[in-house]
C-alpha cells in the first residue's frame, strides 16, 4: 500500500512551457485533490474531484486543468507555465466520509 | 466563506513545555470539521487531529488536543509536554459538509522546541 503518490519531486520549467504533475493512490478512494502551497501561506485548494470522471474548480483554479478518468489517478496539468505558479504543489485523497485526508509527499515546482 | 486565522506566525517553547496554538475561523456553516496538520521540515503534511462542529467533547489523540471553543469560534491544538521533534509548521484548517471535502488552511505557526 503505497499510499497517494506524486512525480516527479522537483521539477524546472521554463515560462511558457507545459507540463503534467502526476498523482495516484492505491487506496481507492472516491475524493482527490490539489493543493499548491506558497512560502509563508498555507494550502489553497486548485482543483478536485469526487469520483472518476467528475472535477471542480477549488479557490486558484486559473491555469490549471485536470481530469480524472480513473478512480486511481488526478492528473494535474500546467497549460502555459508562468513564474507565479512557482510553488510546492500536493495531492491529496480521502475517502467521502472520513476526517482525514491523506497527502502526498509534494512536488516543488519552479518556474524560470 | 470560510476563513482560519492563525495569528502567531513562530512560537518558541521549551522541551517538556506545554504549548498552545492559536487557530480561528469563521463560517456561516452550522456544520463543519476542523483540523491540526503538521508540516516537518521535509516537507510533507501529517495529520494530527481532527474536531466536528457538533462534538461535544474536545478532541484528544496522545499528547496532542484540541481545545474547541464554538461560541468563540476558535480551536486551539494544545500539545503537552513538547518534544523537539515537535518542531515544525502547523496548520489549522476547516471543511464544511456541504460538498467534497475541501479544506481551506490558516497561513501556519512555526513551532520551535529548545532544549
Known amino acids: 500500500n503505497a499510499g497517494v503518490t506524486q512525480t516527479p519531486k522537483f521539477q524546472v520549467l521554463k515560462t511558457g512551457q507545459s507540463m503534467t504533475l502526476q498523482c495516484a493512490q492505491d487506496m481507492n478512494h472516491e475524493y482527490m485533490s490539489w493543493y499548491r502551497q506558497d512560502p509563508g501561506m498555507g494550502l489553497r485548494l486548485i482543483h478536485y474531484?469526487?469520483?472518476?470522471?467528475?472535477?471542480d474548480q477549488g479557490e486558484v483554479p486559473n491555469g490549471y486543468n485536470v481530469s480524472r478518468s480513473t478512480t486511481e489517478d488526478f492528473p494535474l496539468r500546467l497549460l502555459s507555465a508562468a513564474p507565479s505558479q512557482t510553488s510546492v504543489y500536493f495531492c491529496?485523497?480521502?475517502?467521502?466520509?472520513?476526517?482525514?485526508?491523506?497527502f502526498g509527499p509534494g512536488t516543488r515546482l519552479t518556474v524560470l | 466563506a470560510q476563513k482560519i486565522t492563525q495569528t502567531q506566525p513562530g512560537m518558541f517553547v521549551q522541551e517538556k513545555e506545554a504549548v498552545t496554538l492559536d487557530c480561528t475561523y469563521d463560517t456561516s456553516d452550522q456544520s463543519y470539521g476542523l483540523f491540526w496538520y503538521k508540516q516537518p521540515s521535509s516537507g510533507e503534511m501529517i495529520f494530527l487531529i481532527y474536531q466536528g462542529s457538533y462534538d461535544e467533547q474536545n478532541a484528544t489523540e496522545g499528547r496532542y488536543s484540541l481545545n474547541f471553543q464554538k461560541a468563540r469560534k476558535s480551536a486551539n491544538l494544545v500539545i503537552s509536554a513538547s518534544q523537539l521533534g515537535d518542531s515544525a509548521m502547523y496548520f489549522c484548517?476547516?471543511?464544511?459538509?456541504?460538498?467534497?471535502?475541501?479544506?481551506?488552511f490558516g497561513q501556519g505557526t512555526r513551532l520551535t522546541i529548545n532544549p
Open positions: 474531484s469526487v469520483g472518476a470522471g467528475i472535477t
Open positions: 484548517a476547516m471543511r464544511d459538509y456541504q460538498g467534497a471535502q475541501k479544506l481551506v
Open positions: 491529496a485523497s480521502s475517502t467521502t466520509s472520513s476526517n482525514e485526508q491523506f
